[in-house]
């Protein structure tokens, strides 16, 4: 296979089924559809200049066609510190990310994860509100955003972004791995804001950790049904949960379809960078299976495990509101 051939390869695994390769390329490189496809057949031979601007258009790094610099890896990530308005465009990014998974063939979603997966804390209102807080706050420092928790409102369009998200995971056959580890940090960054003064009254992180408890009660019906919730119906995505008794150390996403793989990292706290790099999705890919092989499956199976996973978790949500109202 050339350059070419496999160049137009990814690329139509990444055109969306709602756009014409062909038309698209006639448009923007400002030839005739039957020289678009004279190209696609490779037939006509791209220039340098025709491969940087389809590069730029299907988000498609030129370092995807390397074989000979199996170490040189590019990355693909979303800007947080020099845009305004920084978390609605992650959200839409992430929204974009999902909705292309989920239009995939054959999909499966490997999560190892060091903190809960974010599209859980979204298909609840308060956690979704403290998320967006903590991140703007904390984690941004944005100057902007209120001193206190209570003066702090989600806009009609994140909150309408919150909710798609959450329900377009709920769509995509998953495979997750968590540690005992994987809720600490959440409760952590809820006894902190407490600590710090953040919120004016105990009920505010009452209610925040009522709604941890539920959502940790869907997961754990996930886990028995081996099947995704939405709201309040089970829908037709798997969903296998495994307890590892290894530390993860940050957060992957590796997602397989039957033309298109690719990797998501956590880093800088909540951000993620991705890259659809064979040798790179290959040792990543490896490493979780690896991490599968010396967990426990506890969804659908393992019963007594899976009860004493989730009274763990429960417990300490627990031992955290009794230290608020206590406080």
Excluded at 34 to 51: G, K, N, V, W
Excluded at 55 to 71: I, K, Q, T
Excluded at 88 to 98: R, V
Aim: hydrophobic share 40%; aromatic share 14%.
């Amino acid at each position: 296979m050339n350059y070419q051939t496999a160049f137009f390869k990814i690329i139509k695994s990444l055109v969306p089924t709602s756009l014409s390769l062909p038309h698209e390329m006639a448009d923007l490189l400002g030839i005739s559809l039957d020289s678009a496809y004279r190209r696609i057949r490779c037939e006509t031979p791209l220039t340098l200049e025709e491969t940087v601007q389809l590069c730029l258009r299907f988000d498609v790094p030129l370092e995807a066609l390397n074989s000979g610099m199996n170490e040189v890896v590019t990355f693909h990530y979303q800007m947080m510190y020099e845009q305004g308005n920084a978390i609605s465009k992650y959200l839409q990014e992430l929204q974009g990310q999902l909705q292309f998974i989920s239009q995939k063939k054959d999909v499966k979603l490997y999560y190892a994860a060091e903190d809960i997966p974010v599209f859980y804390h979204f298909s609840s209102i308060h956690l979704s509100k403290f998320k967006l807080y903590y991140w703007q706050k904390s984690i941004l420092n944005i100057s902007s955003i209120p001193a206190r928790y209570s003066d702090f409102e989600l806009n009609d369009e994140d909150l309408a972004l919150v909710k798609s998200i959450s329900l377009l995971y709920s769509q995509i056959p998953s495979i997750e791995i968590w540690t005992d580890e994987t809720i600490k940090s959440k409760l952590q960054q809820i006894k902190f804001y407490w600590d710090a003064g953040f919120f004016d009254q105990k009920l505010e992180v009452i209610t925040i950790c009522d709604e941890l408890t539920i959502i940790f009660q869907n997961i754990q019906l996930q886990a028995e049904m081996g099947l995704k919730k939405a709201e309040h119906a089970f829908t037709s995505s798997n969903f296998m949960l495994y307890h590892s008794d290894l530390m993860i150390g940050n957060n992957c996403v590796y997602f397989e379809s039957l033309d298109t793989n690719a990797v998501f990292l956590g880093y800088n706290s909540f951000n993620f960078i991705r890259t659809i790099n064979k040798d790179f999705i290959i040792q990543n890919k490896t490493w979780i299976e690896n991490l599968i092989r010396k967990s426990t499956l506890i969804s659908k199976t393992g019963e007594k495990q899976r009860n004493q996973f989730f009274k763990n978790i429960f417990k300490q949500i627990e031992q955290l509101k009794n230290a608020v109202a206590n406080d």
